[in-house]
């Protein structure tokens, strides 16, 4: 059994005088025990919904459905306090922003020890003691010290640093990282990878990271999901993804990267046009707009999920043809499609 088993999980919110809007449609995934899954996609695309509906943490307005078990215990159907009690404790998270996640009105050790004592019934001494280990292995200098002063006192990185440490001492069963390195400068952004890969290695936590940025995932992730309004369109092994990607839509993110070997004054490729708002999709594909590759049945049908072993992708194309050197328009007619044997 998996230990976090999503499936068909859809976030819809209703609004006051409009129609409801789903942001998430059907998304399933599964992460292993000691597992680590990239979430990619560009802002909008449903990644921190999904990981918010998880946790029960939706705005007020939102519903999610479908399924989504930790070791079989399906945490969409829990009771807000059955909820409350996991949360925090088998399965973590550290938010997007580390400068507005804190407390600013409490210190350091009353907000790392919270948990500690809510969770595992230890004493105040106790708490504290493990706290500043947790902070000692995260490279805050003077731990014991420092754990006393207020969320402003520390910079952006050293704030990134106490959340995961603070998701490090509950030693979670899942940790669910949201963009954990935006905004962040590069050295510090290393040392946060390296924090997140050592929690994965040395203790078996299962990582979820929520990202846009392509270059984390194959530092980190065994396995990625692509995702696009609100849907998943690829899902397969890193390597497999990163050397032969068979969506447009991870074919042109993957084109996008800058490289080393870019010519002095070459435009770098980009995806023209942007992501549909929610609810905004019209029929077939949502990335039609966008794909160099679209053609007539891809705005009037819904692609269709191709699953191949360890990958699966929703396009009508089954593989995804050579992309141009600069960047792609949408309806790129130079851009050789394959044999017709290749469309749905
Ligand atoms: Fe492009 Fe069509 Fe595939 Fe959508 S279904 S990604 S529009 S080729």
Do not use: W
């Not at 990625?224 to 497999?240: D, F, N, Q, T, W």
């Amino acid at each position: 059994m998996a230990l976090l088993d999503v499936e068909n999980l859809g976030v819809r919110y209703e609004r006051r005088d409009a129609p409801p809007v789903t942001v998430v449609h059907d998304v399933s995934f599964t992460l292993e025990a000691g597992g680590t899954l990239g979430i990619v996609g560009e802002s909008g695309s449903g990644k921190s919904q999904t990981v918010t509906a998880l946790l029960g943490l939706l705005a007020a307005n939102g519903r999610a459905h479908g399924r989504a078990c930790l070791r079989g215990e399906d945490l969409l159907a829990m009771s807000p306090a059955v909820l409350n009690r996991i949360r925090g404790d088998r399965i973590a998270m550290i938010f997007q922003d580390p400068m507005t996640s804190l407390n600013p009105f409490l210190t350091i050790e009353r907000q790392m020890t919270e948990g500690l004592q809510l969770h595992r019934n230890v004493t105040r001494r106790d708490a504290r003691r493990r706290a500043i280990e947790a902070l000692e292995r995260v490279r805050i200098p003077d731990a014991a010290r420092r754990i006393a002063m207020y969320p402003h006192e520390f910079s952006g990185g050293m704030r990134q640093r106490v959340l995961i440490a603070a998701a490090l001492m509950m030693e979670p069963d899942v940790l669910i990282a949201d963009e954990p390195t935006t905004a962040l400068d590069v050295t510090v952004q290393a040392q946060i990878m390296a924090l997140l890969s050592e929690m994965n290695r040395e203790r078996g936590t299962a990582i979820l990271l929520i990202t846009h940025d392509m270059g984390v995932v194959a530092e980190l992730c065994e396995d990625v999901m692509v995702m696009y309004a609100g849907r998943a369109v690829e899902k397969a092994p890193a390597s497999a993804l990163f050397a032969q990607p068979r969506h447009p839509y991870t074919g042109g993110l993957l084109g996008a990267l800058p490289r080393l070997d870019t010519p002095r004054g070459a435009r770098l490729r980009t995806i023209a046009g942007n992501p549909p708002l929610p609810g905004g999709e019209g029929p077939g594909c949502a990335f039609a707009p966008r794909c160099a590759f679209a053609f007539e049945r891809c705005r009037t049908h819904t692609p269709p999920f191709h699953a191949d072993g360890m990958r699966s992708h929703a396009c009508h194309l089954t593989t995804l043809p050579a992309q141009p050197d600069r960047p792609i328009q949408p309806g790129d007619a130079e851009i050789p499609l394959p044999s017709s044997g290749a469309r749905a």
